[in-house]
């Protein structure tokens, strides 16, 4: 259930394209590859395929959210590390993936993806992308660096046949 958690969550953040906003961000760089390595892999396979997303992966199963996040997209996925999900309080990841609290998952982890496919490039300090879940994120930019509601993007930019995945630091958490 952990792996479909992790899985759930990473497929959940998509960003709004429409805005743009030039950058000297420097490509993310996975198993020391660059980003366009992962261009054949949707944005699920993506976290499947990386040891710290485990938790999202099963998740994501959990929600059913799996096939959607495999559909034509774009999608912009905020993908929690699997650190992010063990920082919740102690019981809160076993209580969501249960079937009878997957309306709670699946509301968590929809506010993890923004439509469209945006990179680091595209965000500015002060920007707001609305979720598939309906609420919006913020982002901010500070000395370079990039964060959706106060989570820190840890690795941008990882490109997928159907979107981006931007890895953050943190479970972000809806207000409704």
Do not use: W
Not at 12 to 26: G, M, P, Q
Not at 100 to 106: D, Y
Not at 145 to 169: Q, R, Y
Request: aromatic letters at 2%; one cysteine or more; hydrophobic letters at 45%.
């Amino acid at each position: 259930m952990v792996a479909a958690l992790a899985v759930s969550s990473a497929t959940f953040v998509a960003c709004d394209s429409a805005k743009t906003v030039t950058s000297t961000t420097t490509p993310a760089v996975v198993n020391e590859q660059p980003m366009n390595a992962t261009a054949s892999k949707d944005v699920v396979d993506i976290a499947i395929g990386s040891p710290d997303h485990t938790t999202l992966v099963a998740a994501v199963t959990a929600a059913g959210l799996v096939q959607t996040l495999k559909g034509t997209g774009p999608f912009t996925l905020f993908a929690p590390t699997n650190a992010a999900f063990a920082a919740l309080p102690a019981g809160t990841v076993d209580g969501l993936v249960k079937p009878e609290n997957k309306g709670a998952l699946t509301n968590i982890l929809t506010y993890h993806v923004v439509s469209g496919a945006v990179k680091a490039a595209d965000l500015r300090d002060g920007q707001k992308v609305k979720t598939l879940q309906g609420e919006e994120l913020t982002v901010s930019v500070r000395d370079g660096k990039v964060m959706i509601n106060g989570a820190n993007v840890s690795a941008a930019d990882l490109v997928g046949s159907n979107g981006v995945v931007h890895v953050i630091d943190a479970v972000i958490m809806p207000k409704n």
